[in-house]
């Protein structure tokens, strides 16, 4: 259960659902939410980047259902109103996660040992006879929930990234970049490549890589106080020591 859709509640929803069901869906039949969809089309429509790369990652198909089409995905449409009825009227829950608990006991309890309708059997058994064998193994380990967006080189060559910044090479200041970042990296792309790999870094820091800079701006943004101090050196005692009282502080 959750209060909206973003991608990290789409993709926390399928973890759970994973958890409950003891394995993987081949298929899934999303509708066409902007964590998943990013252009809905009956034919080919396109998957949001991050969502791709979840769906890779456990093992699914997605195939959206169609824009204003029930009948794509007709057994979960006629579910809804059996579960508002049975589950959530008349209830009241003290929090998300009193509801999540409720909802998880009277799936196992009542909607899985009913006798459904139409199959005239429970759900829970034939589901465990005929469907569970069919899923692909439950995830073992947490998903690296990465962050996609789009960032501008700026004029001292560096990007912005939740507020820590990374150094991007070649002649790139005010282009758009394409960034990735997960718990541990940082991707860069442009037109298609990465061309910059970096640590993930906290905010208020950076991660610079001195080859990215121009040969003559290096020392400045690595704050290299040796060798600014030697190049003041180099032109005259005076500017060296008048340099160096500068840099102390």
Not at 60 to 81: G, M
Not at 130 to 141: K, S, Y
């Amino acid at each position: 259960l959750c209060h909206r859709e973003t991608l990290a509640d789409v993709i926390d929803g399928c973890e759970h659902a994973w958890a409950f069901f003891g394995g993987v869906f081949a298929v899934l039949v999303p509708d066409n939410l902007s964590a998943v969809v990013a252009k809905a089309d009956p034919v080919a429509p396109r998957i949001t980047d991050a969502f791709t790369e979840y769906a890779q990652s456990r093992g699914f198909v997605i195939d959206p259902a169609r824009v204003r089409r029930p009948q794509d995905k007709p057994r979960v449409e006629r579910t809804v109103t059996y579960v508002r009825s049975s589950f959530w009227a008349g209830e009241e829950f003290r929090d998300l996660a009193d509801a999540q608990r409720r909802v998880e006991r009277w799936c196992r309890q009542v909607a899985g040992m009913r006798i459904h309708g139409t199959t005239q059997a429970r759900p829970a058994e034939v589901f465990r006879m005929l469907e569970q064998p069919l899923l692909g193994p439950a995830p073992t380990a947490l998903y690296d929930l990465p962050v996609y967006r789009a960032a501008k080189v700026h004029r001292d060559h560096h990007i912005e990234v939740a507020r820590a910044l990374y150094s991007v090479p070649g002649a790139l200041i005010g282009q758009i970049v394409a960034v990735r970042a997960d718990s541990q990296l940082v991707r860069i792309s442009h037109r298609g490549h990465v061309i910059k790999v970096h640590p993930r870094m906290p905010a208020g820091r950076r991660s610079t890589d001195p080859d990215d800079l121009p040969a003559d701006k290096t020392i400045y943004a690595m704050r290299d106080l040796d060798k600014l101090h030697a190049k003041a050196a180099s032109h005259g005692e005076a500017v060296g020591r008048y340099a160096a009282a500068l840099l102390d502080v």
